[in-house]
């Protein structure tokens, strides 16, 4: 499904003139992959087989899988089809095996794509959850020749399950690999075990039910260009997706809190830490925000209505509690409150608590806060009270806190939000995957663990550019979140205005916006850059175009420059933030799934509905009907169910009988 309209986007260079270097052939029934040079062995045929852990005769379902060999890799097609009168699970397969040696690394697509290690000889399995932990439904193994990338292609709103990836070391010798212990590749749709929670939402299949998913391997000679592994996913998310669908704004936020548990005490339950405005109203407040902050464009306010005093902080009640007294409602007076942040030429935002929760109460106990159910009238009727007051007080930009509703919940209610409020941008919180990131900006960690390296990369939590969000998403809008009061709790000292000012300049010239919770000299001067335009190899960056060769691409540039770049837009786009650690505690909730709204938009317009065909056909390949026109391929894709997964292999568009026949 695709969400709102583009407002201009970029098509990206397709990489058709890279060369292949590596040959793929099919022994026993299973891909072999050999550098196309060297002859090195990448892939053997052998350990798990990629139906292994699926137990498919025994849980009565049935499969079609089919080989589709292609340059310089293969796509694994797979149908499940349920015959059975009960629902069933799908559970796992594998990729294996991978003989990439004893040393690997494993680029953190939860974190945009940062380098990290892993050895045969000390081997900690990594198990990685979409969307909730990863980007994008994506895997990438390197050695210091060679990358292997593996995507798996579904329409995840349609499907509504969760994808995990799990690396550990292959069986090696005792399952006939030449080669010794290699690496093998899990890809869990449903818990491994009844008590594990790491696919939180699994994938099931109804009676009389088939799903399909496409399942890619590439494999590149640049491991540092590991994106080329990627580009059938960036095609598919493309065409299913679509450009961002919000103009980027650069330009640095102001985190301003003016309430902190540290201030609340007897006389100051709700712990205003600025001018009082449960006593005097908000006219110090808010001209000591506007004078403090006079060369900044946009100032997000956290803890707008005060804290909660028994915790389950941020407060939900983000905006109606002004309604309580006369000295608060004076929020929304044109002379004293929030709409002189408008008058002064900035933008004014509120950070809206827990919601992913509904809490109906002001300091509520644990029995009172509830999961966000979208169908609810109660729960969505409150919602709009809070954001029809937020409006009123000039607020065009909100920060939703702790959104952990299923992906496909959250689509669904952000695109009410964004029908109902086109004027406001929402930002979520904590990060998010491709999908949302590709409807909204979206908000991430910029200071987490502290080391004490001298440098903003080893000082922050922001070790490079989002190397994966520039790829799936050029022109994303993503937020990093710099708090130095964990500097001081962590050193014991607080940090300079120096050393402020080059880690907001690091996060900027890496492609985040700085979202800064203390005064900064010259931060206003601090544009994120457009960091896809030096991540990326220059013959699959927007607007390269189709079919250029590859001459060496672009490398990585961990840290570009000083200069964070220009302003390229104005702020009229919607965000899906990405953090945990904005300021203050708080719970975080989960989601309940539902059905669709009553007596809201229609969600499905007809470019949506084309973009799930879209999806659909690009996961299946060419229809039974497209092939049968093919005048000299006498044989079709497999249509059959048999009880155990039957191979078919196709290379460009041929399709050979299974081995076994």
């Known amino acids: ?197 790491v696919v939180a939402n699994p994938a099931t299949l109804d009676p009389g039910d088939s799903r399909s998913y496409r399942f890619t391997v590439r494999f590149t000679d640049k491991p540092d260009e590991w994106q080329r592994t990627l580009v059938p996913y960036r095609d598919f998310f493309a065409e299913t997706y679509g450009p961002v669908k919000y103009e980027r704004d650069p330009t640095p936020v102001i985190g301003y809190s003016i309430a ?194 001298p440098t903003p990369r080893e000082r922050t939590n922001i070790r490079g550019p989002n190397y994966i969000a520039d790829f799936i998403n050029p022109g994303h809008e993503i937020w990093a979140a710099l708090r130095w009061d964990q500097y001081w709790r962590e050193r014991g000292q607080g940090a300079s205005n120096a050393i402020k000012e080059e880690d907001a300049r690091h996060a900027a010239a890496n492609g985040f916006v700085p979202l800064l919770f203390d005064a900064v000299p010259r931060s206003e001067t601090f544009n994120a850059a457009e960091s896809w335009k030096f991540t990326v190899p220059a013959d699959l960056r927007p607007d390269s175009g189709s079919g250029n060769n590859n001459t060496g691409g672009s490398g990585n540039n961990p840290d570009p420059g000083n200069n964070a770049g220009n302003n390229t837009g104005g702020n009229t786009g919607n965000n899906t933030g990405n953090n945990t650690g904005s300021p203050g505690g708080r719970n975080i909730g989960g989601g309940t799934s539902g059905g669709p709204l009553p007596g809201t938009p229609n969600l499905q317009r007809p470019e949506q509905t084309r973009s799930l065909r879209t999806a659909r056909s690009m996961i299946a390949g060419p229809s039974d009907q497209v092939l049968s026109r093919l005048g000299d391929e006498p044989e079709r894709r497999v249509v059959t169910r048999p009880s155990r997964p039957r191979v078919v292999v196709t290379r460009d568009g041929r399709v050979s009988p299974p081995d076994d026949e």
Not at 1 to 12: C, D, E, L, S, W
Not at 390 to 404: E, N
Request: glycine content about 10%.
């Open 260 to 453: 902190t548990s540290s201030a609340q005490n007897a006389n100051n339950p709700d712990g205003w830490a600025r001018g009082r405005p449960d006593i005097h109203g908000f006219r110090e407040l808010v001209t000591g925000m506007i004078s403090e902050n006079a060369d900044q464009k946009r100032i997000l306010v956290w803890a707008p209505t005060g804290l909660y005093q028994h915790g389950q902080n941020f407060p939900w009640q983000f905006t109606s509690r002004w309604l309580d007294t006369p000295e608060l409602r004076t929020a929304f007076d044109t002379r004293d409150g929030f709409p002189r942040v408008a008058q002064a030429g900035k933008q004014l935002g509120l950070w809206w608590g827990r919601t992913g929760r509904y809490i109906p109460v002001w300091n509520p106990d644990r029995s009172d806060v509830v999961d966000f159910d979208i169908n609810n009238p109660v729960h969505r009727q409150d919602a709009f009270r809070e954001m029809d007051l937020a409006v009123q007080a000039g607020a065009t930009l909100i920060g939703l806190d702790a959104m952990t509703l299923p992906l496909w919940e959250t689509v669904q209610w952000l695109e009410i939000l964004k029908q109902r409020y086109p004027g406001v941008t929402f930002v979520l919180e904590p990060k998010q995957s491709d999908i949302l990131n590709n409807i909204a900006p979206m908000y991430t960690i910029g200071y987490g663990n502290i080391n004490n390296g």
């Open 1 to 197: 499904m695709v969400i709102g309209g583009p407002t201009g986007g970029q098509t990206a260079g397709t990489g058709t003139g890279e060369r292949e270097v590596v040959d793929v052939a099919m022994v026993n029934g299973r891909p072999e992959v050999r550098d196309k040079d060297t002859g090195e062995l990448l892939m053997e045929p052998c350990g798990p087989s990629f139906f292994a852990n699926i137990s498919l005769p025994r849980d009565g379902l049935e499969a079609s899988v089919e080989y589709i060999l292609k340059p310089n890799g293969f796509d694994i097609v797979a149908e499940f089809f349920n015959p059975t009168n009960t629902t069933k699970s799908l559970k796992s397969m594998n990729l294996a095996t991978l003989s990439l040696g004893r040393d690997i690394k494993i680029p953190d697509m939860r974190w945009g794509g940062r380098e990290r290690s892993m050895s045969l000889d000390n081997v900690q399995p990594i198990v990685e959850l979409y969307p909730n932990d990863l980007y994008s439904p994506v895997a990438v193994l390197a050695n210091d020749t060679h990358a292997v990338g593996l995507s798996v292609l579904y329409p995840v709103l349609e499907y509504k399950h969760d994808v995990s990836f799990a690396y550990r070391a292959a069986p090696g010798s005792q399952s006939g690999c030449s080669t010794g212990q290699g690496w093998v590749i899990y890809i869990h749709f449903s818990p491994i075990t009844p008590n594990s929670t």
